[in-house]
């Protein structure tokens, strides 16, 4: 303590930062150590701020109607810290945020902490239906109850008067609080506001939701009871993670499930009669925003989930990115961020209660069916460049939005947003696995009359038929890419039309008379590739390598799955680039070179965005699996094989449903290197493994 003392009365000491950092490693939790190494270090850097009364030798100190809470408290460290440091280098604190936030209670325990030991005096005044200068008045025993008053009595003293919730007067207080402290030079205040008074010298410290952790934390402190991570978590982000709604939920959790305590809270008053209290705290921050801050929040609260800040804006035309921040302050808008991309989302508690006071808006339903399905479509060109990860991660977070704007497109028959949607969503559905239900939803889009822009028209029937050919449907395949090529030409695309006559070629080489088709279609689509981007050359080129297999020249299959490999490299075409590996191994299975293609497969399966994708793995072992039997190593393939039937309906993906000579190939190879109960326990072994499991046999064929 005594060198407490020490670097308190020599703050600018070229010592003191490094002398607290030290004292402060004996006890770490202190509030008055912590609040005093920001005070070092902060003059240090040569920050002068007005000098604190807390300088002034220490006496015992008086806490004057300061309340003894009794549920337990969190500790809120971060805060606290932060708080006891501000009231070291400030006359006038103010705590600002939402109402529920914790305000109170940070500025409760500070005064009750030993940060605020030095203080003579500490006046804890509650704004109560009289204002809060008599609380004021009677707190301090004033003689009456005018700041004149209250001034005459404080003036000599050294003391800190807290001044908890003076939201409804925050414009008169904030001048005689700025009267008071300049007409007392031993007081300092410690305010907490919906707002910040806008006094000058004022320093605000914005008090926000809790972490995560904190959150949970203080849910189960206050509950009592054991309950999962994850319910917990869900149900405290639904709340916001504002305290007095975790407090309020904690309690009602002792009585209902987790899934139902929202409901208990936004349907059912605390009370039993007229509005709950989480409704009241509510309703109290909700009047403090401007008209335009509430029509925002009506608006992001179509949000099915998690928002981007450029989709919030985007919906909000007449809004400014400061309006958001704003809310995000008032905690009204949580923050979040998945995979490094920053979210923002509605609390659920926040949602119920404006759709209950009227609140939602309806008209800006058909704004977010438009931006989501341009946004979408747009993905159905750059999930095949080098924006594909972070591309892919935003429409995974987005997911539940874009599916509310599709669904909203079909119900109005907007059929230009449905095809836009469902095309973007193609490439999604084949790269994530979930081909099923993106060729269903291409389906129903296709179903809605009218005609869309041709451009659009051209990418949903292109998408629509390479995901139709991938799930084995050939004919429905066929008749849409034709129909692909004629939008594409009447859309005069270079790259529309390139990639129309290349699947149509990869089409006819499945047929055993399409030789000559799928030449000419080849053709036609490198008639194309120079206007073309480099991800469609490099697809094209890819098929190309296809057709030159199917006609059995091996050597100039190869030169392409090699040029493909390069293009893919450029663009960014993470797609192109696993099959150009893979189409390469099937053209040396086909020259009878097992090693070297085993080789290109391992190779294939050794990259991590390989390895990292379920569909990549399963392609790439399904191949491995007919290599195999050229090895001597019948058995592992018999359990690849087995491992891939039993894996791929979990991703959508079924090997003889798209390539059926191929892979019926690579089966019959592998059977006949073994007897039928060889064949039986090495499949049925197989049928047992991880995907993990898969990729280590793949990995250890010689």
């Known amino acids: ?314 919906l909000n035309r007449a809004a400014s990115t400061q309006d958001l921040d704003r809310l995000i302050g008032w905690s009204l808008v949580a923050a979040e961020s998945r995979d490094d991309l920053a979210l923002y989302r509605v609390p659920e508690i926040v949602r119920r209660h404006l759709a209950s006071v009227g609140e939602t808006s309806s008209e800006a339903r058909a704004h977010h069916s438009t931006w989501f399905a341009e946004r979408t479509l747009a993905a159905f060109r750059q999930l095949t460049t080098g924006e594909a990860a972070a591309v892919g991660r935003r429409i995974d977070a987005e997911r539940a ?86 939008f594409s030409q009447r859309s005069q695309d270079p790259g529309l039309i390139a990639l129309s006559h290349a699947f149509l070629a990869y089409l006819a080489t499945l047929r055993p008379d399409g030789a000559r088709t799928a030449v000419d279609r080849i053709r036609s689509a490198q008639d194309h590739l120079d206007e073309a981007s480099a991800s469609a050359q490099a697809m094209v080129t890819l098929i190309a390598a296809q057709v030159e297999r199917s006609r059995g020249d091996h050597e100039q299959a190869l030169r392409f799955t090699a040029s493909a490999r390069t293009l893919a490299e450029r663009s960014g075409h993470g797609w192109v680039l696993l099959m150009s590996g893979v189409v390469a191994a099937k053209v040396l299975l086909d020259a009878r070179s097992p090693r070297e293609a085993l080789a290109t497969l391992q190779a294939v399966l050794a990259s991590p965005l390989v390895s990292a994708d379920p569909i990549g793995v399963l392609i790439t072992s399904s191949v491995a699996a007919g290599a195999a039997a050229d090895v001597d190593a019948d058995a592992a393939g018999a359990r690849i094989i087995g491992a891939v039937d039993a894996i791929g309906p979990r991703y959508g993906f079924d090997p003889r449903a798209n390539e059926p000579a191929d892979f019926g190939r690579y089966r019959h190879r592998v059977q006949q290197g073994l007897t039928p109960e060889q064949w039986r326990d090495a499949y049925t072994h197989g049928t047992e493994l991880t995907l993990a499991e898969l990729i280590d046999v793949t990995m250890n064929l010689r």
């Open 1 to 314: 303590r005594a060198v407490v003392r020490a670097v308190d009365a020599h703050p600018d000491h070229p010592l003191a930062p490094m002398v607290v950092r030290r004292v402060l490693a004996l006890d770490p939790d202190d509030l008055e150590l912590r609040a005093l190494q920001v005070t070092a270090t902060t003059r240090a850097g040569r920050v002068v701020a007005a000098p604190s009364p807390a300088a002034a030798p220490a006496t015992t100190t008086r806490r004057i109607g300061l309340p003894a809470p009794i549920a337990a408290y969190q500790p809120r460290p971060e805060d606290a810290g932060q708080l006891a440091a501000a009231m070291r280098l400030s006359r006038l604190v103010t705590l600002a945020g939402p109402a529920g936030v914790g305000k109170s209670r940070l500025a409760i325990e500070w005064a009750r902490s030993s940060a605020a030991d030095e203080r003579e005096h500490i006046w804890f005044c509650r704004g109560g239906a009289g204002g809060w200068l008599r609380e004021l008045s009677l707190m301090t025993g004033a003689d009456d109850t005018t700041l004149d008053s209250v001034i005459a009595r404080v003036r000599p003293l050294r003391g800190t008067l807290v001044l908890d919730g003076v939201d409804a007067e925050t414009d008169a207080a904030a001048a005689d609080v700025a009267t008071l402290l300049e007409q007392s030079p031993g007081v300092a205040a410690l305010v907490t506001a919906r707002r910040a008074l806008g006094v000058p010298g004022e320093s605000v410290h914005h008090v926000g939701v809790l972490s995560v952790a904190d959150a949970r934390a203080l849910f189960l402190l206050r509950s009592g009871a054991p309950a999962s991570t994850a319910a917990v978590d869900q149900l405290t982000a639904a709340l916001g993670r504002l305290p007095l709604a975790i407090e309020l939920a904690a309690a009602h959790a002792a009585q209902a499930p987790l899934t139902a305590v929202i409901d208990e809270l936004t349907v059912r008053p605390a009370n039993g009669s007229g509005r709950s209290p989480l409704e009241t705290a509510l309703d109290a921050t909700l009047a403090l925003l401007t008209s335009q801050q509430r029509e925002t929040l009506a608006r992001l609260c179509i949000f099915e989930g998690p928002f981007t800040r450029e989709s919030a804006i985007a």
């Open 401 to 486: 939005d874009i599916d509310a704007a599709f669904e909203h497109a079909i119900q109005h028959g907007e059929r230009t947003n449905a095809l836009s949607i469902a095309a973007g969503m193609a490439w999604a559905g084949l790269t994530s696995g979930t081909q099923a239900s993106a060729l269903a939803r291409a389906r129903r889009a296709a179903e809605l009359s009218g005609l869309a822009p041709v451009a659009v028209e051209a990418q949903a029937r292109l998408g629509h038929g390479i995901l139709a050919y991938q799930l084995g449907f050939m004919e429905e395949a066929a008749a849409l890419l034709d129909e692909a090529l004629t």
